[in-house]
């Protein structure tokens, strides 16, 4: 069956970068696409940004300076990376795929 | 980008009522509308998509409706499992937007 887990540091320092990688099971990444949602405590959803199954990605552009998704199909996983993180990026993320599949979310608080 | 305003954004009713979530859209976005459910301390599960298909496993209870740019999510016989937090998403353009959510509570 279709699943999908997050995984990362829980806390990134300010002005630092996070990595995230999102690791799949049950479908390929070169059939279906993968994206990034995140989620602040207590607060709505925000789509980030998306790799399409050929390969290419998408932004949501109040992020695209800051970040990048990539994958390794041969180990069926995503990366998020994106730089300059403040205290607003506090957040827990998500990666999701088409059919409606989430991961189980990771915290990540941004904190010195 | 396509704004999804939702409402109410908290909803108090009694075990056994129906109850309806509305998500309007700021333009047209063809059907391109999913439901989510999501409770606490869990990740968002999927409901309704293109705004009237219903997905697998998901009660009967729970009905979408609507075309163009509004839309609505019905729950009959609130069951106690329902109290949650329900989102709209819009996935016709991109970037894909999600409503800001609406708590349910039991009356």
């Known amino acids: 069956q279709v699943q999908l887990k997050e995984s990362g540091p829980g806390l990134v320092q300010p002005s630092q970068t996070l990595s995230l990688t999102c690791t799949v099971s049950g479908f390929s990444l070169t059939s279906n696409s993968v994206s990034w949602v995140r989620q602040p405590p207590g607060k709505g959803l925000e789509w980030m940004g998306a790799?399409?199954?050929?390969?290419?990605?998408d932004y949501n552009s109040a992020l695209k300076s800051r970040l990048s998704i990539s994958r390794d199909t041969s180990k069926s996983q995503v990366f998020l990376k994106m730089n300059s993180l403040q205290t607003e990026d506090t957040a827990i993320y998500f990666c999701?795929?088409?059919?409606?599949?989430w991961g189980q979310g990771v915290m990540v608080t941004v904190s010195s | 980008d396509i704004q999804m305003t939702q409402s109410p954004a908290s909803l108090s009713a009694s075990l056994g009522e129906t109850v309806t979530i509305e998500c309007l859209a700021s333009e047209d976005i063809y059907s391109n509308l999913a439901w989510y459910q999501q409770k606490p301390g869990k990740s968002p599960q999927l409901l309704i998509y293109y705004a009237n298909s219903l997905n697998d496993g998901v009660p009967s209870r729970f009905s979408g409706s609507g075309s163009g740019t509004q839309y609505s999510l019905k729950i009959n016989s609130l069951q106690s499992e329902d109290v949650s937090i329900y989102f709209c998403q819009q996935n016709y353009d991109s970037p894909p937007t999600f409503g800001a959510g609406t708590k349910l509570e039991l009356k």
């Open positions: 999701t795929s088409r059919g409606g599949y």
């Open positions: 790799i399409w199954s050929g390969g290419s990605t």
